[in-house]
């Protein structure tokens, strides 16, 4: 990996666009320590550290800090990951943006048009409902009007300038630039949350206990790590054979090929989509200060808040991790639907004079790519729950408060390895020799 980015700052255009994601990332971190125009952040600090809940770690962890801090980046690019879970589930529903999704690259064009302006509209939702609700309990001192306004203003323009900036360095730069700003923010938290690791389970223990802890936390960082690496490079190919054909006076086709289908289809979506939807209930009684009763509501708040799972003293509350596996395990079969269609791939072999040895042409190809697909989704699935139920299983029995844990390690891997792969596209374009070694 060292000697692949070694070779690419060899190459101008690489290294141009290596430097302009590093300047976006600069402008990401910086503008995630400007404090909002007339808010109070010592206020909104003690009432996040009074939420029995974690949900808040959750958006907290994926803003980088600049929730609690309540910069102009609080909200972060968390309106545009639920306009995307909102688009693509309405992809399903209404059959103008399922055209859409068929038709090639202006479809795209349109749908993440579309997507961009129900980002704005949540992030102006979030703004005006975070400045209302907290604006007169301490939030804004001396609270009038125009301060809200302004406040209003400020987080719905942090979240649309960091889409701005995610969509430049799709552009500019390398890799998805959306991934690489949920990164930079996940990855701005490990500092504290290791620190956090260490005061609660190596300082002021013997020097046996506190290495002890210490092996054990890096060999399960690492374990999570290694199983993350597994999953995202794990391939299930599919032999093609094409079958021979006379064009002229030259015969043309016979040679083998593959479908290469990876076993984690959705990478990270599904955690994405299943987490975003438990904490939002969560998040809303939050503010409504609903979580800490003893209604029927709070426990079922309770039961939705990973730091409960796991909990030996009050087992019930795990059954929310029966709902989490299960929204896991149904976006990775609807995310891979919309993105793979065995009819289509069935059909584009047909006419290409391809087949699947053994297997017959059209509809038994179909079925047949549906049946591996439907296999392998399954494990990907299974492998993203275990990954994610790790930390929570460590989180629950050992009270291991920590904002990053498996969904935060397979999202800063998957990134660091498609960025990689992206790098040395750009170089093989150049024809540059030497790197596939690596």
Known sequence: ???????????????????????MLVIIRIGSQ?????????????????????????FDAFTGGSFTEMSIFALNIT????????????????????EMHR?????RKKLTAITRYVTVGLALFQSVAMTVGFGNRGLIPDMTVVKGI???ACLTAGSSMLMWIGERITENGVGNGISIVLMINIVSRIPNDLVSLFQTFVQGKTIARGALAALIIAAIIILVVVLVLILNGGIRRIPVQYSKKMVGRKVMGGQSSSIPLKVNTAGVIPIIFASSLMSFPVVIASFLGKTNGTGIGSEIMRG???????????????????????????????????????????????????????IRPGKPT??????????????????????????????GVFGANVSFGGTSIIIVVGVVLDTLKQIESRMLVRNY??????
């Open 1 to 23: 990996m060292l000697q692949t980015l070694k070779n690419a700052f060899k190459i101008k255009d690489v290294r141009r666009r290596i430097f302009y994601v590093l300047l």
């Open 34 to 58: 400007l404090p909002i125009p007339g808010v109070d952040s010592d206020y909104f600090k003690e009432w996040f550290a009074n939420q029995s809940s974690d949900a808040f770690n959750f």
């Open 79 to 98: 309106p545009y990951i639920t306009s995307s879970i909102i688009i693509q589930l309405l992809t399903i529903a209404i059959p103008q943006l399922e």
């Open 103 to 107: 038709d090639g690259e202006e479809g």
């Open 150 to 152: 302004v406040v209003v």
């Open 304 to 358: 939705l808040t990973s730091s409960n799972w796991f909990n030996p003293s009050q087992p019930v509350y795990s059954l929310g991790l029966v709902l989490y596996i299960v929204l896991v395990i149904f976006f990775a079969y609807f995310y891979t639907s919309i993105t793979f269609n065995p009819m289509e791939v069935a059909d584009n072999m047909k006419k290409q004079g391809g087949f699947v040895p053994g």
């Open 366 to 395: 179909q079925e047949y790519l549906e049946k591996i697909l439907s296999y392998i989704i399954f494990i990907g699935a299974a492998g993203l729950v275990i990954v994610a139920v790790i930390p929570f299983f460590f989180n």
């Open 433 to 438: 020799r030497g790197f596939l070694s690596e």
